[in-house]
Protein backbone atom coordinates (compact mmCIF):
# COMPACT_ATOMS: atom_id res chain seq x y z
CA UNK A 1 0.00 0.00 0.00
CA UNK A 2 2.70 2.25 1.04
CA UNK A 3 4.44 1.79 -2.35
CA UNK A 4 1.18 2.16 -4.35
CA UNK A 5 1.06 5.59 -2.59
CA UNK A 6 4.77 6.65 -3.15
CA UNK A 7 3.88 6.07 -6.48
CA UNK A 8 0.96 7.61 -6.87
CA UNK A 9 2.96 11.35 -5.57
CA UNK A 10 5.38 10.61 -7.52
CA UNK A 11 2.78 10.66 -10.99
CA UNK A 12 1.33 13.65 -9.48
CA UNK A 13 4.41 15.67 -8.31
CA UNK A 14 5.97 14.76 -12.02
CA UNK A 15 2.22 16.16 -13.73
CA UNK A 16 2.16 19.28 -11.60
CA UNK A 17 6.25 19.72 -13.27
CA UNK A 18 4.97 18.90 -16.21
CA UNK A 19 2.33 21.56 -16.64
CA UNK A 20 4.10 24.21 -14.85
CA UNK A 21 6.44 24.72 -18.30
CA UNK A 22 9.48 25.22 -16.59
CA UNK A 23 11.89 26.35 -19.11
CA UNK A 24 14.94 24.30 -17.55
CA UNK A 25 14.56 22.02 -14.38
CA UNK A 26 16.76 23.60 -11.90
CA UNK A 27 16.36 23.47 -8.24
CA UNK A 28 17.61 25.34 -5.23
CA UNK A 29 20.00 22.21 -4.18
CA UNK A 30 21.56 23.40 -7.60
CA UNK A 31 21.71 26.66 -6.58
CA UNK A 32 25.74 27.74 -5.65
CA UNK A 33 24.93 30.09 -2.49
CA UNK A 34 28.43 30.18 -1.93
CA UNK A 35 28.97 31.54 -4.99
CA UNK A 36 26.24 34.62 -4.07
CA UNK A 37 27.11 35.57 -0.37
CA UNK A 38 24.54 38.74 -1.46
CA UNK A 39 22.07 36.43 -1.05
CA UNK A 40 19.91 35.59 1.71
CA UNK A 41 20.26 31.53 1.40
CA UNK A 42 18.21 31.15 4.52
CA UNK A 43 15.44 33.10 3.39
CA UNK A 44 15.23 31.73 0.52
CA UNK A 45 14.97 28.11 1.82
CA UNK A 46 12.32 29.37 4.00
CA UNK A 47 10.16 30.52 0.82
CA UNK A 48 10.44 27.30 -0.17
CA UNK A 49 8.92 25.63 2.36
CA UNK A 50 6.02 27.40 0.69
CA UNK A 51 3.91 30.05 3.56
CA UNK A 52 3.77 32.91 1.35
CA UNK A 53 1.94 30.87 -1.45
CA UNK A 54 -0.39 29.92 1.56
CA UNK A 55 0.01 33.58 2.47
CA UNK A 56 -0.63 35.20 -1.01
CA UNK A 57 2.41 37.10 -1.34
CA UNK A 58 4.35 38.18 -4.11
CA UNK A 59 8.16 37.04 -4.14
CA UNK A 60 10.22 39.89 -6.46
CA UNK A 61 13.48 38.58 -7.61
CA UNK A 62 15.52 42.36 -9.08
CA UNK A 63 19.29 41.95 -10.55
CA UNK A 64 21.42 42.02 -13.83
CA UNK A 65 21.36 39.23 -16.68
CA UNK A 66 23.02 36.22 -15.21
CA UNK A 67 22.77 37.16 -11.50
CA UNK A 68 20.75 34.00 -10.60
CA UNK A 69 17.21 35.23 -10.91
CA UNK A 70 15.57 33.03 -13.04
CA UNK A 71 17.39 29.82 -11.70
CA UNK A 72 15.91 30.82 -7.85
CA UNK A 73 12.53 31.57 -9.63
CA UNK A 74 12.29 28.20 -11.14
CA UNK A 75 13.76 26.24 -7.81
CA UNK A 76 11.02 27.88 -6.10
CA UNK A 77 8.32 26.64 -8.75
CA UNK A 78 10.07 23.20 -8.63
CA UNK A 79 9.53 23.30 -4.79
CA UNK A 80 6.02 24.48 -5.27
CA UNK A 81 5.34 21.54 -7.58
CA UNK A 82 6.67 18.90 -4.88
CA UNK A 83 4.21 20.33 -2.26
CA UNK A 84 2.00 19.44 -5.74
CA UNK A 85 0.80 23.04 -6.03
CA UNK A 86 -0.65 24.15 -9.79
CA UNK A 87 2.27 26.35 -10.78
CA UNK A 88 3.21 28.04 -14.40
CA UNK A 89 6.18 29.75 -15.68
CA UNK A 90 5.82 31.97 -18.57
CA UNK A 91 7.68 35.65 -19.69
CA UNK A 92 6.06 38.83 -19.37
CA UNK A 93 5.55 38.93 -22.97
CA UNK A 94 4.55 35.62 -23.56
CA UNK A 95 1.89 35.92 -21.30
CA UNK A 96 1.31 39.44 -23.06
CA UNK A 97 1.27 37.99 -26.09
CA UNK A 98 -1.33 35.39 -25.18
CA UNK A 99 -3.68 38.02 -23.73
CA UNK A 100 -3.47 40.49 -27.04
CA UNK A 101 -4.69 37.14 -29.06
CA UNK A 102 -7.31 36.29 -26.38
CA UNK A 103 -8.82 39.81 -26.91
CA UNK A 104 -8.81 39.85 -31.06
CA UNK A 105 -11.02 36.21 -30.03
CA UNK A 106 -12.78 37.88 -27.70
CA UNK A 107 -11.57 35.22 -25.01
CA UNK A 108 -9.79 37.39 -22.43
CA UNK A 109 -12.05 36.49 -19.84
CA UNK A 110 -11.78 33.03 -20.28
CA UNK A 111 -7.50 33.55 -20.51
CA UNK A 112 -7.75 35.73 -17.79
CA UNK A 113 -9.67 32.88 -15.52
CA UNK A 114 -7.08 30.27 -16.12
CA UNK A 115 -4.38 32.25 -14.94
CA UNK A 116 -6.31 32.97 -11.83
CA UNK A 117 -6.42 28.59 -10.99
CA UNK A 118 -2.99 28.70 -10.99
CA UNK A 119 -1.59 28.72 -6.88
CA UNK A 120 1.89 30.44 -7.96
CA UNK A 121 2.64 31.72 -11.58
CA UNK A 122 6.01 32.48 -12.09
CA UNK A 123 6.51 35.89 -14.65
CA UNK A 124 9.88 35.90 -15.94
CA UNK A 125 11.83 38.51 -17.42
CA UNK A 126 9.12 41.98 -16.27
CA UNK A 127 11.33 44.92 -17.84
CA UNK A 128 13.13 43.26 -20.58
CA UNK A 129 11.20 44.95 -23.91
CA UNK A 130 9.06 47.74 -23.12
CA UNK A 131 5.09 46.96 -23.61
CA UNK A 132 2.52 48.84 -25.73
CA UNK A 133 -0.34 50.50 -23.62
CA UNK A 134 -2.33 47.43 -24.01
CA UNK A 135 -0.01 44.90 -22.79
CA UNK A 136 0.89 46.75 -19.88
CA UNK A 137 -2.61 46.58 -18.98
CA UNK A 138 -3.15 42.92 -19.28
CA UNK A 139 0.21 42.45 -17.20
CA UNK A 140 -1.84 45.21 -14.97
CA UNK A 141 -5.01 42.77 -15.16
CA UNK A 142 -3.14 39.22 -14.13
CA UNK A 143 -1.43 40.87 -11.03
CA UNK A 144 -4.04 42.73 -9.90
CA UNK A 145 -6.77 39.88 -10.14
CA UNK A 146 -3.93 37.69 -7.80
CA UNK A 147 -2.82 40.11 -5.74
CA UNK A 148 -3.65 39.22 -2.11
CA UNK A 149 -5.89 36.48 -3.75
CA UNK A 150 -2.76 34.25 -5.08
CA UNK A 151 0.87 34.21 -4.95
CA UNK A 152 3.20 35.21 -8.24
CA UNK A 153 7.15 34.99 -8.26
CA UNK A 154 8.39 38.34 -11.05
CA UNK A 155 11.95 38.38 -12.28
CA UNK A 156 13.10 41.84 -13.28
CA UNK A 157 16.33 43.61 -14.46
CA UNK A 158 14.49 47.08 -13.10
CA UNK A 159 15.22 48.80 -10.07
CA UNK A 160 11.32 50.04 -9.35
CA UNK A 161 12.17 53.20 -9.73
CA UNK A 162 12.90 52.43 -13.93
CA UNK A 163 9.82 50.67 -14.47
CA UNK A 164 8.23 53.58 -16.02
CA UNK A 165 10.62 52.71 -19.43
CA UNK A 166 8.37 49.71 -19.80
CA UNK A 167 4.67 50.64 -18.09
CA UNK A 168 4.60 54.23 -20.29
CA UNK A 169 1.28 55.09 -18.35
CA UNK A 170 2.68 56.64 -15.15
CA UNK A 171 -0.86 55.97 -13.41
CA UNK A 172 -1.00 52.54 -14.16
CA UNK A 173 3.03 51.99 -13.32
CA UNK A 174 1.93 53.30 -9.71
CA UNK A 175 -1.06 51.36 -9.08
CA UNK A 176 1.39 48.02 -10.34
CA UNK A 177 4.09 48.62 -8.26
CA UNK A 178 1.44 49.30 -5.36
CA UNK A 179 0.10 46.11 -5.95
CA UNK A 180 3.49 44.18 -6.06
CA UNK A 181 5.32 45.51 -3.34
CA UNK A 182 2.85 45.53 -0.78
CA UNK A 183 3.81 42.41 1.57
CA UNK A 184 6.59 40.89 -0.84
CA UNK A 185 9.43 39.49 -0.48
CA UNK A 186 11.91 41.73 -2.31
CA UNK A 187 15.27 40.11 -3.29
CA UNK A 188 18.22 41.34 -4.38
CA UNK A 189 20.68 39.17 -6.75
CA UNK A 190 22.79 41.66 -7.11
CA UNK A 191 25.21 43.08 -10.74
CA UNK A 192 27.27 40.33 -11.14
CA UNK A 193 26.88 37.61 -13.86
CA UNK A 194 27.53 34.08 -12.51
CA UNK A 195 27.68 32.92 -16.06
CA UNK A 196 30.04 35.36 -16.99
CA UNK A 197 32.19 34.15 -14.28
CA UNK A 198 31.43 30.55 -14.91
CA UNK A 199 32.31 30.57 -18.67
CA UNK A 200 35.44 32.63 -17.73
CA UNK A 201 36.64 29.77 -15.19
CA UNK A 202 35.65 27.11 -17.28
CA UNK A 203 38.19 29.06 -20.42
CA UNK A 204 40.50 29.02 -17.66
CA UNK A 205 40.42 25.90 -16.77
CA UNK A 206 41.11 24.71 -20.45
CA UNK A 207 43.70 26.73 -20.85
CA UNK A 208 45.65 25.36 -17.73
Not at 54 to 77: D, F, N, Q, W, Y
Request: proline share 4%; aromatic share 8%; charged share 30%.
Amino acid sequence: LQMERDERDRHAVENRLRDAHLPRFKTLEDFDFAQAPQLPAAKIRDLAEGGYIERSEPVVLIGECGSGKTHLATGLAVAACRQRRRVRFVTASALVNELVEAKQNNCVKRVLAKWMRFDLIVLDEVGYVPLADIGAEFLFQVIAERAELAAFIITTNLPFSEWTTVFPNPRLCKALLDRITDRAHIIETGSESFRFKRSLERRAKKKG
